[in-house]
């Protein structure tokens, strides 16, 4: 069993910066691909990004690429979410998520995540 705990979001204009941090319980967290997610109001839920469990590989989703980061600390049981140049569309609850997985393979879907956070709120004003 895993538990995870989000950091608290926030409320932020455009163009700033927020990092979400994903605290895991549990001893084998370095053997999970860890994940963010997140939904917006009206939306079903979608893949932010993701790290294997060595943190060597990673996966963007488009909409995302260039301005979030993910990474992890193994040391700490922890995942970050480092988010830059944030825009409107970019608020959502954001959901931390982990899988046991020892490949570098990406999963899109919710359905193949086991554990998850209880998400977190964060809101970008224009």
């Known amino acids: 069993q895993v538990q995870l705990v989000e950091s608290r979001g926030g409320l932020v204009q455009a163009g700033g910066s927020l990092r979400l941090s994903c605290a895991a319980s549990?001893?084998?967290?370095?053997?999970?691909?860890m994940g963010w997610f997140r939904q917006a109001p009206g939306k079903e839920r979608e893949v932010v990004a993701q790290?294997?469990?060595?943190?060597?590989?990673?996966y963007y989703a488009d909409s995302v690429k260039g301005r979030f980061t993910i990474s992890r600390d193994n040391a700490k049981n922890t995942v970050y979410l480092q988010m830059n140049s944030l825009k409107p569309e970019d608020t959502a609850v954001y959901y931390c998520?982990?899988?046991?997985?020892?490949?570098?393979?990406?999963?899109?879907?919710?359905?193949?995540?086991?554990?998850w956070g209880q998400g977190t709120q964060v809101t970008v004003s224009s």
């Open positions: 998520a982990a899988r046991g997985d020892s490949t570098n393979r990406y999963y899109i879907s919710t359905y193949s995540w086991t554990y």
């Open positions: 549990g001893r084998t967290f370095s053997s999970y691909a």
């Open positions: 790290t294997s469990w060595s943190g060597g590989s990673t």
